[in-house]
């Protein structure tokens, strides 16, 4: 099975703060990206890569950065932490897609991180 | 740009009965994917059921169905004989393409409970 992992389910921080999330797949995944999630909103897409190294804007990356120094795991940075970054985080995965095979392009999903920011 | 509306935010059922989740979407591509994840509470959000555009046929996974009805850019979910594990948020999802690092477009979410 596809296991994705978050470093945290919960995480309290103060305004201003350098906030890490962490992210790791275990499948050999190609594609890695982050979402936040809040009611009446569904998810939105932060930041996405395809590649180590290789990072692409979603259509909310304002206050954020991501890094992907090795293939397994995807980073999301927040810089300086505001309050309205208190969110839901959910960290998903998915195999090359190349050729058309539909059997390919499922995401899944890690468990999430309820991040709070006073 | 590419979007995906639920207009349903809350849904109740009795156990056993049959239930549709409703999504519309717009967009201009005739080559897409259209998904519906399933969030149960506290756990990991698991795909349900994949559509891809160019099939007629509606996809089918056990009580899980779907209604795609490509001219009218809708793609309701249904789910017969609803038990109770079948509470959870609901998101529609959108893919344009085939190739590439797979972009999803959700909707806004239904939460359904089904009642005992």
């Known amino acids: 099975d596809v296991k994705v992992t978050q470093s945290s389910r919960y995480l309290v921080k103060r305004t201003g703060e350098k906030v890490f999330l962490e992210c790791v797949q275990d499948?050999?995944?190609?594609?890695m990206f982050w979402y936040r999630q809040d009611p009446g909103l569904g998810l939105r897409l932060i930041y996405f890569?395809?590649?180590?190294?290789?990072?692409e804007k979603g259509d909310i990356p304002e206050g954020y950065s991501v890094s992907r120094e090795k293939k397994e795991r995807f980073s999301l940075i927040l810089e300086s932490a505001s309050t309205n970054q208190t969110s839901m985080y959910l960290c998903?995965?998915?195999?090359?897609?190349?050729?058309?095979?539909?059997?390919?392009?499922?995401?899944?999903f890690g468990p999430g991180t309820r991040l709070t920011v006073l | 740009a590419q979007t995906v509306t639920q207009s349903q935010p809350e849904m109740s059922v009795q156990e056993a009965e049959t239930v549709t989740l409703s999504c519309t979407y717009d967009?201009?591509?005739?080559?897409?994917?259209l998904f519906w994840y399933k969030q149960p509470p506290s756990r990991q959000m698991i795909l349900v059921i994949r559509?891809?555009?160019?099939?007629?046929q509606n996809a089918t996974e056990n009580r899980f169905s779907v209604n795609f009805q490509k001219a009218a850019k809708s793609f309701s979910l249904k789910i017969s004989d609803s038990q109770l594990g079948d509470t959870a948020m609901y998101f529609c999802?959108?893919?344009?393409?085939?190739?590439?690092?797979?972009?999803?477009?959700f909707g806004q979410g239904t939460r359904l409970t089904i009642n005992p």
């Open positions: 998903a995965s998915s195999p090359f897609s190349g050729g058309g095979h539909m059997g390919t392009d499922t995401q899944y």
């Open positions: 499948m050999d995944h190609e594609n």
């Open positions: 890569s395809y590649d180590v190294k290789m990072k």
């Open positions: 967009t201009s591509e005739n080559n897409y994917y």
């Open positions: 559509q891809e555009a160019y099939k007629q």
């Open positions: 999802a959108f893919r344009v393409g085939i190739q590439g690092a797979q972009k999803l477009v």
